[in-house]
Structures are given as structure tokens and as C-alpha cells.
């Protein structure tokens, strides 16, 4: 009876822990969050005494339509790094996707099934990246990496290292048009974040990507199909990278083969930024999306200031420094 008692003790004091350590994640990351969304708008704020455009609607309606293209990618690789990978080909899946979607618009094919193609491109190449990682229990980092360059490459090939054009005028509305003033791209990050919030929060997915950022051992233990989550993951993420593909293309209305060169660090940026952990386990898409904004009204405000593109790439690479030693300082608090 006694050794019972004991064992009941020792169950009760680690669920108790447990408990503790989820709520001490739960409240780090939410302070993560309220510090980033004071620092955006004391930004905002800095930006505008400097600036009488800053804070004018039309700034304002351009810094959304340009954080959309992040936006998109960001929610996907938000659930890569809850998983505990990460993605760097999202940028070229953007790139490539675009160019098969709007090379099949401008020979005349309709605008849905151009977009339809272009999805499904993107999310094949995340599931390759997925299989390749779950599977053959490949590194994350590497997998990506070499995707990157050859989906770059082949993007070169198949567009003969020349920007696709001829679309057609209606396809400009996916990125420029309006619904009652309100951009269509804030609509549709409106329901991507939506929709990723919901899958995190209130599903049997959601549960099981937390679980294996936090520790795959122990998820796999429970029961959790790992492989088939982490090629999930990787599916949404790019998908995510083919609708930032198809906003992208519309804001330019051409297809770019160097298009989203540099977007996986901004991506990941904005994730970190918002709360979530580069080891996985811990963070929201919500805070994903205030990190996107962040970085998006921090380049608009250097732009209007006439910052050389040059000076913005250093405070990019200072932001992205910054957003790896906050990570770290979150992990040290918890952990202490």
C-alpha cells in the first residue's frame, strides 16, 4: 500500500511539473508577444514623427498588401518549427510554383485552374521535403537546403531564366483588388491565420505537432504517427509558400524566377519574433503575425526615410540576430 501511495505521489508531483512547465511556456510566450506588439507600435509611433506619410491610409493599406506575401509563408513555416525543423526552400517552392501557375495563364489557360496548379506543385514539393526528412530520417536543414538550390535551378530552366508574362488583366485583382476598401490580401491572411489557429488550437493535428516539437520520443511513445505529422507539416508549409507565390506574381503581375529569394529568413524571423521556439514545442501562429508585421512596418518606415536597401539588409540581418538571442533568452527562463 505504501509503495502504491508512493507511486501515486510520484505520478501526482510529475503531472504537477508538467503542468507548471506547460503554464510557464504558456506565459512566456504571451509576454513575448505583448513586448513585440509594444515594440511595433512604439515603432509606429517613431516612424510617424519622422514621417507625416508613415501613418497615412495608403501607407498603411501598402505596408498589409506587402506583409502578405511573409504573412502566408510565415504560417506555414510556423508549424514546421513547431514540429522542430525548419524550411529553407520555402522561398524557391515560391518562386517555382508561380512560374508553372502563371506560365499556364499566359497560354491562355483559366485563372482557377492556374492557381489550383500552382498549389498543388508547391504542396507536392513540401511533401518530397517531408518524406525525405520523416522517412530517411534525413536532417530538416540539409534536405531544405539542397531543395533550395535545385528548385531554384530548375526554376531557371523551366522559364529560361526569363520573367513570364502576358497574364491576364483579371489575375492583377488576386493582390490589388479591394472588398469594401479592404485589400483581397488581408482577406486572405485573415483566413490562413484563421484556419491555422484553428488546426493548432482545437485539433487532434494541432495537439500532436506540439507534442513532437516538444519531444518526438516521448510523442512516439503515446501513440503519435511522427512521420506522417512531419510530412504534413511540411506539406502545409508549401502550400503556404504556393499562395505566397500567387499573391507575389499578382502584386508584380508576371512571373519571377528569382522571386522569394531571401524569404525563409524573413519567414523564420517573423516566427521567432513571435514568440514560437526554434527547438519547437512552444508558440501561436497569432504571434507569427504580429512578427510579420513587425518586420513589414520596420522596412516600409526605412524605405520612406530613404534608408539605402543597402542599410536595410543590416538591420534585416540585426533583426534576424536579435530574434535567434531572444529565442534563446526564452528558453533560458524556462528552463530556469
Known sequence: ????????????LDTGSSGLLA????SMVLASQFSVMIGLILMMVVFSLMSPVFL??????????????????????????????????VGPILAFSSVVATTYMANGGPIPVAAMIGLVVATLLGMFNGICIARFKLQAFIVTMSSMW???????????????????????????????????????????YALGHFVLAKTK???????IGDNK????????????????????????AGLSGLIYS????????VAGSGYE?????????????????????????IGVLFISTLMNGLTILNVSAFWQQVFMGFVILGAVFLDHYRKTLIQA
Do not use: W
Request: charged share 10%; net charge positive; glycine share 14%.
Open 250 to 257: 499578382s502584386r508584380l503581375f508576371s512571373g519571377q524566377p
Open 150 to 192: 535545385f528548385l531554384r535551378g530548375l526554376c531557371y530552366v523551366y522559364s529560361n531564366g526569363r520573367a513570364v508574362m502576358g497574364l491576364p488583366p483579371a489575375y492583377r485583382k488576386l493582390a490589388a483588388g479591394k472588398i469594401c476598401g479592404i485589400p483581397n490580401v488581408v482577406f486572405i491572411v485573415v483566413i490562413v
Open 265 to 289: 529568413l524573413s519567414a523564420i524571423a517573423a516566427v521567432v519574433i513571435g514568440g514560437t521556439s526554434l527547438s519547437g514545442g512552444v508558440g501561436s501562429i497569432g504571434g507569427t503575425l
Open 205 to 211: 493535428l494541432g495537439r500532436h505537432i506540439y507534442a
Open 217 to 240: 520520443d516521448a510523442a512516439y511513445l503515446s501513440g503519435v504517427n511522427v512521420q506522417k505529422v512531419e510530412i504534413l507539416v511540411f506539406m502545409i508549409s508549401g502550400f503556404c
Open 56 to 89: 497615412t491610409t495608403g501607407n498603411i493599406m501598402n505596408i498589409l498588401i506587402q506583409s502578405g506575401t511573409n504573412a502566408a509563408i510565415a504560417a506555414g513555416m510556423t508549424f514546421v518549427i513547431l514540429a522542430g525543423h525548419i524550411d529553407l526552400s
Open 23 to 26: 503554464g510557464k511556456k504558456h
Open 1 to 12: 500500500m505504501a509503495k502504491e501511495n508512493l507511486e501515486l505521489g510520484s505520478k501526482s
